[in-house]
């Protein structure tokens, strides 16, 4: 579907036509006229789908069509980082260039200018606010932030925000909304805190649900097949001689990924860690030294699973298997970005071959197991147990799944170096 098909105003679609927007999203299709009608929405998709607009371009046309408040906020989006803010207030300008709509975005900063740019934005009143939860409730908390005329409420990559500890920020903010008002929630999964967050804040709310897209072709993985102890040697091996310029490995928890930043650094390796014990300044300058290639390794929880806007990542470790099928496929999405290639391998201990099993469904085909390098003793037999004994050989949309156990794929062979 076109844009043009889609009833908009003449404005918004002279922006649109200007950025090159010309046919819908999946996403854009289902949700603009949904949104568009009033409903509340929870929307799963992935991040690079197009969701900015499934959500921006509907409000700008209820706000362009109805008479709201000039001198109220009518609008918050609430985004869980400054990087995420920034880019939907950098969209936020474009599809309402020719529009009278204002926008302030609040996010983190050292600058005490900053604070008081947003502060004045917030007072007079803006058709949309972008916002972190942390810095709009800094705001709030000094007493001069009306949010009781708000009738759009978007939260966008909720999943994230509840990672990074969020949720009572978040319902705080809920507080000062009225009840009256349309939310609007987008995630790139649906947990279970995802779920129980939805029947607090949305009413009656239509589900949009996305197919979570295949790993790119430009993806090389792999896996090892270890046991949890061979794991930081199976990495100390890999960099033996050569550590590519960006690296990302992903652990399941903030203790895990201490530890292994720990031990990575004690073979001097040049790593930093991310994740929730970690505050907003924090986050970014250890996200800025690994942009600057000052930091070559990043440790990390799923909390930059989608944040990270890195086109050249080279390579992606899974130290543990991720829980969750699609949370494996967000991870190793970081690398084979901008029509680069990439490597993402994963460590799988014991207790995790049925879950590692499960994602090989999920994506259609078995990955190659690359032999455990001789000097780090025996490997544990790839021997994965099917859940509740079912061996339906069905991805989790139900589709059957092509690949045999063991696989191949060229150039993952024993010992080899990850060269730039």
Do not use: W
Not at 299 to 326: F, H, K, M, Q
Not at 392 to 401: A, F, I, L, V, Y
Request: hydrophobic fraction near 40%.
């Amino acid at each position: 579907m076109k844009f043009t098909e889609l009833d908009l105003d003449d404005s918004l679609l002279e922006a649109l036509d200007a950025m090159r927007f010309d046919e819908c999203t999946p996403i854009q299709e289902k949700a603009i006229p949904l949104i568009a009608e009033g409903k509340d929405v929870i929307a799963v998709a992935q991040t690079g789908t197009g969701k900015t607009a499934a959500f921006l371009v509907p409000i700008l046309q209820r706000l362009a069509r109805g008479s709201y408040p000039e001198d109220a906020i009518n609008c918050i989006i609430m985004a869980p980082t400054r990087e995420l803010a920034q880019q939907i207030d950098q969209q936020m300008e474009g599809f309402s260039y020719f529009m009278p709509a204002s926008s302030v975005a609040v996010y983190g900063g050292n600058d005490g200018i900053l604070f008081e740019q947003q502060k004045k934005g917030l007072m007079l009143g803006a058709d949309v606010v972008i916002a972190t939860p942390g810095r709009l409730l800094a705001h709030l908390s000094l007493g001069y932030v009306d949010l009781s005329r708000v009738s759009f409420f978007v939260l966008d990559e909720a999943d994230r925000m509840l990672d990074m500890g969020f949720y009572d920020d978040i319902m705080q903010i809920v507080k000062q909304l009225p009840n009256e008002r349309q939310t609007v929630m987008f995630s790139a999964t649906m947990p279970d805190k995802i779920q129980q967050l939805a029947q607090h804040i949305l009413h009656e709310p239509v589900e949009i649900k996305l197919a979570v897209s295949r790993p790119a072709d430009k993806i090389l993985q792999a896996a090892y097949i270890c046991y949890e102890n061979q794991k930081l040697r199976i990495i100390q091996h890999l960099f033996s001689e050569e550590v590519p310029d960006r690296v990302i490995i992903f652990a399941s928890s903030k203790l895990k990924v201490k530890e292994v930043t720990k031990a990575l650094k004690t073979l001097k390796l040049n790593v930093g860690e991310m994740h929730s014990d970690l505050d907003q300044p924090q986050r970014e300058a250890v996200m800025h030294e690994f942009k600057a290639g000052r930091i070559n390794i990043l440790v990390a929880t799923n909390i930059v699973a989608r944040g990270i806007d890195i086109d050249d990542i080279r390579l992606v470790i899974n130290y543990d298997v991720p829980r969750d099928s699609e949370d494996y496929v967000h991870r190793i999405g970081r690398t084979a970005r901008a029509n680069h290639e990439g490597v993402a391998i994963t460590f799988v201990n014991e207790k995790e071959q049925t879950s590692f099993k499960q994602i090989e469904d999920f994506i259609g085909k078995a990955v190659y197991k690359i032999p455990l390098p001789e000097e780090l003793g025996e490997a544990p037999a790839y021997k994965p147990r099917s859940r509740s004994h079912e061996t339906t050989g069905r991805g989790r949309d139900g589709n059957r799944r092509g690949g045999r156990q063991g696989g191949h794929s060229k150039g993952m062979g024993r010992g080899k170096s990850f060269r730039n």
